[in-house]
T-cell receptor, first 113, second 115 residues
Framework: GAVVSQHPSWVICKSGTSVKIECRSLDFQATTMFWYRQFPKQSLMLMATSNEGSKATYEQGVEKDKFLINHASLTLSTLTVTSAHPEDSSFYIC?????????FGSGTRLTVV | AQSVTQLDSHVSVSEGTPVLLRCNYSSSYSPSLFWYVQHPNKGLQLLLK??????LVKGINGFEAEFKKSETSFHLTKPSAHMSDAAEYFC?????????????FGGGTRLMVKP
């Protein structure tokens, strides 16, 4: 079946640095990618929706200059957390539309120290 | 290890009739359980969640789910389907441990509502 490979699965970075998270569709073309974050014991929160070749659509309250999303090809979408701070520590997960269904990456746990 | 199985990939009901979307899970620890809905071209929306409080959880739009530990199930129900309920539904298990957060998604169930 359709698989989205998400890397890294976990990352620890220093405050003020940037971190890039990648989601690759391995055996299909992902025209649309959803990016979510989840705080401990909370539900997933949609951050943005990206479409290949166009600008991402951000949800209200999500800083587009801080969370840079690039969807330059049909098989790769990236989320870059710029100038990360401890409050950005969270679980990030991507999801791609596949035909009429959806598939999810395995998630990235980001810890900013 | 944990896993989530949504027993039906497609469910079709008539408007006004009850909805049952089945979810079984396996987890070595006490997980949190969620149901999300996704409408076409939209992101996931939380319907309800179970986090070891009451076993019968009420969510938005008239949905509810019952956590049954003995059956390792967390089925989603609604007494009367509405046309706007047609969407994809995901059962999700979330486990927090020392290694961090683990999310496991069910394969999804597409709910179709006939007039």
């Amino acid at each position: 079946g359709a698989v989205v490979s998400q890397h890294p699965s976990w990352v620890i970075c220093k405050s003020g640095t940037s971190v890039k998270i990648e989601c690759r569709s391995l055996d299909f073309q992902a025209t649309t990618m959803f990016w979510y974050r989840q705080f401990p014991k909370q539900s997933l929160m949609l951050m943005a929706t990206s479409n290949e070749g166009s600008k991402a659509t951000y949800e209200q309250g999500v800083e587009k200059d801080k969370f840079l999303i690039n969807h330059a090809s049909l098989t790769l979408s990236t989320l870059t957390v710029t100038s990360a701070h401890p409050e950005d520590s969270s679980f990030y997960i991507c999801s791609a539309r596949v035909g009429r269904g959806y598939t999810f990456g395995s998630g990235t746990r980001l810890t900013v120290v | 290890a944990q896993s989530v199985t949504q027993l039906d990939s497609h469910v079709s009901v008539s408007e006004g009739t009850p909805v049952l979307l089945r979810c079984n899970y396996s987890s070595s620890y006490s997980p949190s359980l969620f149901w999300y809905v996704q409408h076409p071209n939209k992101g996931l929306q939380l319907l309800l969640k179970y986090t070891s409080a009451a076993t019968l959880v009420k969510g938005i739009n008239g949905f509810e789910a019952e956590f049954k530990k003995s059956e390792t199930s967390f089925h989603l129900t609604k007494p009367s389907a509405h046309m706007s309920d047609a969407a994809e539904y995901f059962c999700v298990v979330s486990l927090q441990n020392n290694a961090g957060n683990m999310l496991t998604f069910g394969g999804g169930t597409r709910l179709m509502v006939k007039p």
